[in-house]
C-alpha cells in the first residue's frame, strides 16, 4: 500500500549520471516516481550538486517541515561538509550521506526505506491506531520515533511529558512492540506510593523471614519483569536512597533479594515516565545524574495537546464512542466542535476525556452532541475573533527566529511560504481553492510560486 518515493535531482543535467543512479536504485528493488512540483506529498529522495539557501527552503518545502522522511543524496562528486549536512538535517531531510559507487547508494537508500516502511506498517496496525488516536504532525513524529526504538533496540526509554498527555499508554505501547516480548509481563511500579521502608522488597523481593512479617519468600517487581518490561511511572519521584539502590541492577540486570546474599538475573527492558524536570531535579540533588543516564537510553517527549491541537477532534470523537457506544451519530455540532478546538487543556487528553465524560452524561436523545450538552462552567467568556489564530506557539516559533538573528524579510517570507504550502495541501493542490483562501488572484499566486520555484531550481 505503500507509495513509491519520489526523486528529484537538482543540478546539472548529466542525463548519463541520472539514468545511472535510476538503473541501480531499480535493481536494488527501489522503484520510485517523478515529483509532482505543484503539490509534492510522499517520501522521497533528492540528488543534488551543491548544498545552498534554495536547497534548504525546497527540502523545507517537500520535507513540509519533516513530516515526511526526504533523503538528500549528494551526486557524483559533490562534496558536503558537516556543516552543510547539518542544514539540511534541520531543514528536514531525514538522512544525508556520501557515497562511492552507485550500487552502495542504492543499497543504502534500499535499507533505509526498508525500515521506513516496517515502522509504517507498526503505526498502522490495530495495536496502535484503535488505542493511540492522533494523527497531528507532532504525535506522529513522536510516535515514529518511539515505535522505531520499542522495536528495533531493547534500550531503555524514558518518557517525559506534562501530566496526561498519555505517558503509560506510549509505555504500554512500547511493551507490546518489543520484538523479545511474547506473553512476557509488564509490571508497572508507580514510584509515589513506594513506602521508604518496603521499598527494597517492592523491588528486590525478599527472602522468608528478612523482616517482621516476611512471613513468605516473595519476588519482587525486577523477578516479575524478567523477560519482559519494567515500567517505572513517575520515575522522578523515586526517593534518593532507592535511586542508589537501583544503579547496578538497570545496568547489569543483578540484585539480592533482601535478606539473602545471592545474586538474582534480571533481564528486562526499562521504560520510565516522568512529568518532572529530571534536569532540574539533578541540579536540585533530588535526583542522580548516574541514574538518569542509564534509564535515559532514549527520549521521549510527550507533546502536550496544545501542540497537536488538529488531534482533539479525533480523540474527543475516540472518547465519545468509548463513553456513548451506541450513539448513532458520533458527532459534535460546530459551536461544540469550536469550542473543543480553542479551549485550554492545562490536564492535556485526560482533562479532554473528563470533558467528553462530562458532556455525555448530560447528552439525551438521538443526533449529535449539541452546544447544550457543555456543563456550565464550559461557557467561554467571549466569541472566538479572528485574533485567536496568534497562538503562544506563533509568538515562540517567531522569539525563536529572533533570537537567531532572522530578519523581518525573512520572517514575512517564511510566514508567507507556510501559509502558501498549508493552503495548496489542504486544498490538495487545487491552485484556485488555495489563492481564495489566501485573500490573494490565482495570478498573484501562480507567478509567486514560479519565483520560489525558479529560486530551487537548477
Ligand atoms: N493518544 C491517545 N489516544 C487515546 N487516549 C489517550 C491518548 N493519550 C492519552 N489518552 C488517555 O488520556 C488519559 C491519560 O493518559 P496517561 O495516563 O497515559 O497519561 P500520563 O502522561 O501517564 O499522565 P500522568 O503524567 O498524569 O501520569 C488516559 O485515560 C488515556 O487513556
Ligand atoms: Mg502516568
Known amino acids: 500500500m505503500h507509495r513509491e518515493p519520489w526523486i528529484y535531482f537538482c543540478g546539472p543535467k548529466d542525463l548519463l549520471a541520472r539514468k545511472a543512479i535510476l538503473d541501480s536504485l531499480s535493481s536494488s528493488g527501489v522503484a520510485t516516481q517523478s515529483l509532482n512540483i505543484d503539490a509534492p506529498s510522499g517520501e522521497g529522495i533528492i540528488c543534488f550538486s551543491s548544498v545552498d539557501d534554495d536547497l534548504c527552503d525546497f527540502v523545507r518545502e517537500v520535507s513540509h517541515n519533516r513530516e515526511k522522511r526526504v533523503l538528500a543524496v549528494p551526486l557524483d562528486g559533490t562534496q558536503v561538509d558537516s556543516q552543510q549536512a547539518w542544514s539540511l538535517l534541520r531543514a528536514g531531510a531525514s538522512d544525508v550521506f556520501l557515497w562511492s559507487s552507485v550500487s552502495e547508494m542504492a543499497s543504502q537508500v534500499k535499507a533505509r526505506l526498508d525500515r521506513w516502511r516496517a515502522v509504517d506498517e507498526l503505526l498502522q496496525s490495530p495495536v496502535i491506531k484503535k488505542n493511540l488516536i492522533g494523527q497531528s504532525p507532532a504525535w506522529r513524529s513522536a510516535l515514529r520515533q518511539i515505535v522505531e526504538v520499542a522495536r528495533f533496540t531493547t534500550a531503555a526509554v524514558l518518557l517525559i511529558g506534562e501530566s496526561g498527555t498519555g505517558k503509560e499508554m506510549v509505555g504500554r505501547l512500547v511493551h507490546e512492540l518489543d520484538s523479545r516480548v511474547c506473553g512476557n509481563e509488564l509490571v508497572i511500579v508507580d514510584c509515589t506510593t513506594i513506602s521508604p521502608e518496603l521499598s527494597g522488597s517492592e523491588f528486590f523481593g525478599h527472602e522468608r523471614g528478612a523482616f517482621t512479617g516476611a512471613i513468605g ?9 524478567h523477560g519482559g518490561t519494567l515500567f517505572l511511572d513517575e520515575v522522578g519521584e523515586l526517593p534518593l536512597a532507592l535511586q542508589a539502590q537501583l544503579l547496578r541492577v538497570v545496568q547489569e540486570g543483578t540484585y539480592k533479594r533482601v535478606g539473602s546474599n545471592a545474586w538474582q538475573r534480571s533481564q528486562f527492558r526499562l521504560v520510565s515516565a516522568t512529568n518532572r524536570d ?33 488531534d482533539i477532534l479525533p480523540l474527543a470523537s475516540h472518547f465519545l464512542r468509548t463513553f456513548l457506544p451506541d450513539i448513532s451519530v458520533a458527532d459534535f455540532d460546530l459551536p461544540v466542535r469550536e469550542h473543543l478546538i480553542s479551549r485550554p487543556y492545562p490536564g492535556n487528553v485526560r482533562d479532554l476525556r473528563q470533558l467528553i465524560a462530562r458532556i455525555c452524561s448530560r447528552h439525551v436523545g438521538p443526533g449529535p452532541i449539541t452546544i447544550g450538552d457543555l456543563p456550565e462552567d464550559e461557557y467561554p467568556a467571549g466569541a472566538p475573533t479572528k485574533e485567536s489564530w ?17 530578519g523581518l524579510k525573512e520572517i514575512s517570507q517564511g510566514a508567507a511560504d507556510t ?32 519565483a520560489r520555484r525558479r529560486q530551487n531550481d537548477e
Open 217 to 225: 519468600a516473595r519476588d519482587g517487581a525486577f523477578a516479575k519483569a
Open 278 to 310: 529530571l534536569l532540574q531535579s539533578i541540579e536540585q540533588g533530588h535526583f542522580r545524574h548516574d541514574l538518569y543516564h542509564r534509564i535515559g537510553g532514549w527520549i521521549f517527549r510527550v507533546p502536550p495537546l496544545h501542540e497537536r491541537r488538529e
Open 390 to 406: 496568534r497562538h503562544p506557539e506563533f509568538e515562540r516559533s517567531i522569539a525563536q527566529a529572533l533570537s537567531l538573528g532572522v
Open 419 to 450: 501559509a502558501t504550502h498549508i493552503a495548496m495541501r489542504e486544498g490538495n493542490g487545487n491552485l484556485r481553492d488555495a489563492a481564495r483562501r489566501l485573500g490573494v488572484t490565482d495570478r498573484a499566486l501562480q507567478m509567486r510560486r514560479a
